[in-house]
């Protein structure tokens, strides 16, 4: 069992940037296939980024290339995403998720491990 707790959310003008972060206070976190999602009321839950274990692949919804960057410090138990140019579009509650499962791809369907969400609302 693993708990995620994440950060970083708020009020942001059309083309600025946030950095949500999420802390897993976990002594296994670096065995822990790590991921960002986001969802809007009414939509389904949808596939945002997901960071392998040692960080060293990382792969990217087409709505996120290019403008969000999801890495990991194993050392502090955090995962982050660095979103820019963010758009109107990109509101919604983010959520972290984990599993123990050691594939960035199947964390797009399979996920066990999921923290609260945090807020991100993008202004025209």
């Known amino acids: 069992q693993v708990q995620l707790v994440e950060s970083g959310g708020g009020l942001v003008q059309a083309g600025g940037s946030l950095r949500l972060s999420c802390a897993a206070p976990?002594?296994?976190?670096?065995?822990?296939?790590m991921g960002w999602f986001r969802q809007v009321p009414g939509k389904e839950r949808e596939f945002v980024a997901a960071?392998?274990?040692?960080?060293?692949?990382?792969i990217y919804a087409d709505s996120a290339k290019g403008r969000f960057s999801v890495s990991r410090d194993n050392a502090k138990n955090t995962v982050y995403l660095q979103m820019n140019n963010l758009k109107p579009e990109d509101t919604a509650s983010y959520f972290c998720?984990?599993?123990?499962?050691?594939?960035?791809?199947?964390?797009?369907?399979?996920?066990?491990?999921w923290g609260q969400g945090t807020q991100v609302t993008v202004s025209s």
């Open positions: 976990a002594r296994s976190f670096s065995t822990y296939t």
């Open positions: 998720a984990a599993d123990t499962h050691d594939s960035v791809y199947l964390m797009r369907t399979i996920v066990h491990y």
């Open positions: 960071l392998s274990r040692n960080g060293g692949t990382a």
